[in-house]
């Protein structure tokens, strides 16, 4: 028997709106179709009327979870086009808050799994030790979300030798209850039974839909943006990129929990060598010479975009937003082919989506 | 700092680029667009050819070859938006239905988002009403 079985845009299983529609043939899913847009807010519009700081405050709005991206990312398209030289130790403070970044994503993300394959138990326990980062930003930036750690020259606040210490720590913390999560994951008989064979995206697909991130280095996709194309101070620091090849959500979920232990590497790296000096270039609101710049971050769901185009005023001449989501959604309807539709919901979340971020 | 490498080209050699990058399994990073500073449209094609962004840019064309068939929907998602935002037509795109703006918004012939009274002017237009 065929049925059409519409997910959303509004469902009490989702975080944020998308409409799905699966065509199936009796539990199985022959074809699937995705619709987003039911959140566009106009930001890169608003960017328009907007001067260089009042930006950064506006692209951190774009996503609450990887807010710092955006502001990361805006900052260095104005400091290209301005050819503005950030201080090392403000490039530093913000590689330090991108990687606490991307592990309380992926703390989220894989309690969320969790959640989801209905392992309550691991989900809690994971979101236990989230809160420990979370902590962490919260001393740093004032914020849980939202941190405005990144101003146009540099970050706007400092790591203090206390601080310091105390993050250390909190990376020495982490250590044994991502070891015993990383464990569970791969062992968990209900993990496995979940995820193995479930959501295939295999390799040559992943390249072709042009899949990004953690979900592309789980098809087997060797990309990551901070070692393919170094920027701020990401060249100085030694990281592995975790690549799996078994395509599937299973894969999604290793690929995640092993990136964890190398954010820890690149945190503790970076704050043993944080450089003396200032962390930005003073409070002058900058003008934003003609030109354009395009900029690439490796946010916590990958590959994050910004174009920015100055015509020598205070205020942007276009900003065009694209965060990895806008990447990896269109791969959704091919990785739900052919599995069960209990799997749907599991699928289109292993892909790590915001679709807020994606409409902008 | 990132490279970002602007190379101005002609739309008839938009896709044999994409099709030499795509052999080569060069990323799309996106398809940009902008109206320039003479009002005319500057579409983009950004290719990572790592460590490098490679960006091909075709200027004043309001129709354009898509290059869905060559990048999926790495390409289509975008052009769909450009389509939505900027009025441009890709020759082969689908275009049945909207990808972010509302439906009764294409009834402005895709002139979307950035085509809309800019905030300042509305801002003014509603101060003048409320003063009355």
Redesign the interface.
Known sequence: MSYIVPIGPYHPALEEPIHAKLYTEGEIIKDAEC???YN?R?I???A??RNAIQTLVLVERVCGICSHSHAFTYA?CV??INGTEVPKRGQYIRVITAELERLHSHFLWLGIACHIIGHDSMFMHIWDERELVMDILEKMTGNRVNYAMVTIGGARRDIDDDLRREILDACQKLKAPLDRITEIALTDKTIAMRTKGVGLLPTADA????A?GPHARASGVD?DVRR????SCYDEFEFKVPVVDSCDVFARVVVRALECYESIKIIQQALENLPAGPINLGTKLPKIKEG?????HEAPRG?L?H?V?G?GSLTN??V?V?VPS??NT??VPFMLRNNTVADAGLIIASIDPCFSCL?R | ??E?K?IDISKDQIVPIAERMRRQ?V????I????N?EGLLDV?W?Y?V????E?YHVVGEMLLPSIGEI????????EREINELFGVEFEGLDMS??????EDLLETQGRG??M?T???ELVEKNTKEAGK
Request: aromatic share 10%; proline share 6%.
């Open positions: 619709f987003v847009g566009h106009g890169e519009k608003l328009t009327e260095m400091e290209a390249i072709r839909l042009g990004v990309i393919d194309s170094p920027y354009m710049a395009v900029c690439r590959q975009s174009l185009v015509n001449h276009r065009s694209h806008f990447k269109p791969t409409d | 700092m990132q970002y602007r399994n990323y799309l990073v996106m940009h667009a902008f109206l500073k983009s950004d990572a790592e460590p490098v962004i960006s990048y999926d929907t790495a390409a289509t998602w975008a239905q909207r990808l972010f703006l509302p988002q950035i809309v800019p905030l300042s």
